[in-house]
Each structure stands twice: as C-alpha cells, then as structure tokens.
Nanobody
Framework: QVQLVESGGGLVQPGGSLRLACVAS????????MGWYRQAPGKQRELVAT???????KYLDSVKGRFTISRDNAKKVVYLQTNTLEPEDTAVYYC?????????WGQGTQVTVSS
C-alpha cells in the first residue's frame, strides 16, 4: 500500500519558517520524482517545488530564494524548507510522488501565515 504522509505544517507569523516533511512508504522512493504542491481556499492547486530522482530542482517563481526542496532516499523523505513566509503562502501543502504513469498524493498539511 502506497502512503505519503506530510507533517510540519502549522501557524507561523510573517517572516517565520517551517520545515515540511513527507514520508513515503510502499514505493521505490529513489526512482520517483517528488514534489510539493499547495492549494489556497478558492484557488487551484499549484506546483511549489519539485526534485527529480537525480536531484534536479525546480521552483515556483514566487518562492525562489525562500523555499528549498530536498530528499533523503535512505529515509524515503522529501522536505520543503520554507523561510521568510508571507500571508500569501497560506495553503494546504501536498506531497506528490510521480514515476512514469504512477502518481500518488498525500493528504496535505495546513500552513497558515498570520500575525
């Protein structure tokens, strides 16, 4: 059974930081491209950051320089370090695992940026 379990979300003040983690099970993690997406209320889900199986990263323009995606293949974990958070970053953050035609999602973790 494939599972992606996110953690690390919460309430943080503007300018603060959070480290999101997604633990995968039931997949050959090292083969998968991993990603973080987010969905704010009333908006479509958008790609935040991805990291390929080879470690190549890509970011949404608005988070470049503030967010960092990384992976630990031995632990089967993908991280999203979020710094200098802004109210516009408030959303549910979802983990995604993709390999060829296989595509899996986590249940999401809420990030709220507010004073």
């Amino acid at each position: 059974q494939v599972q992606l379990v996110e953690s690390g979300g919460g309430l943080v003040q503007p300018g603060g930081s959070l480290r999101l983690a997604c633990v995968a099970s039931g997949i050959s993690f090292r083969l998968y491209n991993m990603g973080w997406y987010r969905q704010a209320p009333g908006k479509q889900r958008e790609l935040v950051a991805t990291i390929t199986s080879r470690g190549t990263t890509k970011y949404l323009d608005s988070v470049k320089g503030r967010f960092t995606i990384s992976r630990d293949n031995a632990k089967k974990v993908v991280y999203l370090q979020t710094n200098t958070l802004e109210p516009e970053d408030t959303a549910v953050y979802y983990c995604n695992a993709q390999y060829v035609q296989l595509d899996y999602w986590g249940q999401g973790t809420q990030v709220t940026v507010s004073s």
